[in-house]
């Protein structure tokens, strides 16, 4: 797909995030000089091209209170993956949930679960009682508690420069 300049320009400005508004891609296009209607028009567009494939959210889970958090680490059998898979990431106690091929014989497992929480207990708990609710506890899992936190952001691009 081709991209115009000022699909570049709603590109670059969407990296930064959408802004905190009522009417968030109106904010946008006037950023650009585009219109609500353009804006999104553009993003349609830019998504059936292949260029956007999703918008993604960014959740400060510690500034809300929220102090653990542990990534889950399930040995799924491939043949379980997906319906397993599918279970778990639509439970609401799960932020992100994805497979990845194990690496056996030290790393076993498939399907990653994150799951967040006030405490450590709290993510414990609720991990032990997702495992029961969705019948999954036979399933070897173990929860990796994160020790440090690293600054999130979206995508950054930038405008490649014309041969001159």
Same mark, same amino acid.
């Given at each position: 797909?081709?991209?115009?300049?000022?699909?570049?320009?709603?590109?670059?400005?969407?990296?930064?995030?959408?802004?905190?508004?009522?009417?968030?891609?109106?904010?946008?296009? @006037?950023?650009?000089?585009?219109?609500?209607?353009?804006?999104?028009?553009?993003?349609?567009?830019?998504?059936?091209?292949?260029?956007?494939?999703?918008?993604? @959210?960014?959740?400060?889970?510690?500034?809300?209170?929220?102090?653990?958090?542990?990534?889950?680490?399930?040995?799924?059998?491939?043949?379980?993956?997906?319906?397993?898979?599918?279970?778990?990431?639509?439970?609401?106690?799960?932020?992100?949930?994805?497979?990845?091929?194990?690496?056996?014989?030290?790393?076993?497992?498939?399907?990653?679960?994150?799951?967040?929480?006030?405490?450590?207990?709290?993510?414990?708990?609720? @991990?032990? @009682?997702?495992?029961?609710?969705?019948?999954?506890?036979?399933?070897?899992?173990?929860?990796?508690?994160?020790?440090?936190?690293?600054?999130?952001?979206?995508?950054?691009?930038?405008?490649?420069?014309?041969?001159?």
């Amino acid at each position: 797909m081709e991209l115009s300049d000022r699909d570049l320009d709603l590109v670059s400005v969407l990296c930064d995030g959408l802004p905190l508004a009522p009417r968030p891609f109106q904010a946008v296009g @006037v950023a650009i000089g585009m219109g609500e209607d353009e804006v999104l028009g553009r993003l349609q567009a830019l998504q059936q091209g292949g260029v956007i494939r999703r918008f993604g @959210v960014i959740v400060r889970h510690h500034e809300l209170g929220y102090r653990a958090n542990a990534m889950v680490v399930w040995e799924v059998p491939a043949d379980a993956l997906s319906a397993v898979g599918r279970r778990l990431g639509a439970c609401p106690e799960v932020t992100l949930c994805y497979s990845r091929p194990p690496r056996p014989p030290a790393w076993p497992y498939s399907l990653f679960t994150m799951v967040h929480g006030k405490s450590r207990g709290t993510v414990e708990e609720a @991990v032990a @009682v997702l495992a029961e609710r969705e019948g999954v506890a036979h399933y070897r899992h173990e929860l990796l508690f994160s020790t440090r936190r690293f600054k999130q952001c979206g995508a950054r691009y930038q405008r490649r420069m014309a041969a001159e």
